[in-house]
């Protein structure tokens, strides 16, 4: 792919904008001197540039996409109709166009920019700002196997890249895309349980961080399910299963599988009003 030719356009600084940068150039799939961005807000742009190195930050959206290889939309989904009619007649057939606005369809996106447009649409998770992030993509009408290629490159600098089908979206974003939310609530509570039992706040919550972080890594390290592994750590009697009866009893399983469909439905209907 020889990315490291390639020039990476953003049209938004944000954080989001900034980590996928950050991570491109730490990964040495993007020189510095290749990373262009433009943003509203100058804050923004600074806060791009101190962070992701030697960049220029364009002043107007269609510079950006004009000079782009590979053009990411970083704006508020609400802004994305704005910008890419903006920047539809700067956009070369040979751009790849991703999007990382959430509940923002590949239709609509092709219909601002046309039926030839290479468009990828990928749901990123803000862990991708520490480099562990859980990343979605589907691909648009005319993007290819090798615009797939590019993305997953690309996103795996910052974490996990999964591709799927674009009815799944709503599903990814309501798991990874919300989880973390949900994850921060686990570690809040568990530490809370160890500060009620005497664990002074700070170590309290590194080792509810730490465990979790730990029992994720041993989930994808070993390809064990989930289940297996706690029956591992489960002895007949012991601590551990009446932790697990006082979580089956107060529904903690079912609590989050109703936040992730919650979060999936609602994101099916802001994509619906767009």
Same mark, same amino acid.
């Given at each position: 792919? $020889? ?10 600084? %944000? ?42 930050? $364009? ?33 070369? +057939? ?8 959430? %509940? ?26 520490? @480099? ?7 691909? %648009? ?34 798991? &990874?895309? &919300?989880? +973390? ?15 009620? !039992? ?11 961080? !730490? ?25 007949? @009697? @012991? ?8 979580? $089956? ?21 802001? @994509?619906?009003?767009?």
């Amino acid at each position: 792919m $020889e990315m490291a030719v390639r020039r990476v356009g953003f049209l938004g600084a %944000g954080q989001m904008a900034t980590a996928l940068a950050r991570g491109f150039v730490q990964a040495g799939l993007v020189a510095e001197k290749d990373i262009i961005a433009s943003d509203i807000s100058e804050e923004a742009g600074v806060r791009f540039r101190d962070a992701v190195g030697a960049i220029v930050v $364009e002043e107007t959206n269609t510079a950006v996409a004009q000079r782009a290889d590979v053009l990411f939309v970083a704006v508020k989904p609400p802004h994305v109709p704005g910008v890419l009619d903006e920047v539809a007649s700067a956009v070369s +057939p040979d751009t790849l166009i991703v999007s990382i606005a959430a %509940g923002v369809r590949l239709e609509t996106m092709e219909g601002l920019l046309g039926s030839r447009a290479r468009v990828i649409r990928v749901m990123p998770n803000t862990p991708c700002l520490v @480099g562990k992030g859980a990343c979605a993509y589907c691909l %648009g009408v005319a993007a290819s196997e090798k615009d797939a290629a590019v993305v997953e490159s690309l996103l795996g600098a910052v974490g996990t890249v999964c591709r799927v089908e674009e009815k799944l979206m709503d599903a990814v974003t309501g798991l &990874s895309g &919300s989880g +973390p939310a949900f994850v921060y609530m686990m570690i809040e509570a568990l530490s809370d349980g160890g500060v009620h !039992q005497g664990l002074p706040r700070p170590v309290a919550t590194k080792l509810a961080a !730490q465990t979790l972080l730990g029992a994720a890594e041993m989930v994808l390290t070993t390809g064990e399910h989930p289940g297996t592994l706690k029956d591992k750590v489960t002895s007949p @009697g @012991g601590t551990t299963i009446a932790g697990v009866r006082a979580i $089956e009893r107060l529904g903690l399983r079912n609590a989050l599988i109703s936040a992730v469909i919650a979060a999936s439905e609602r994101s099916a209907e802001l @994509g619906a009003r767009k």
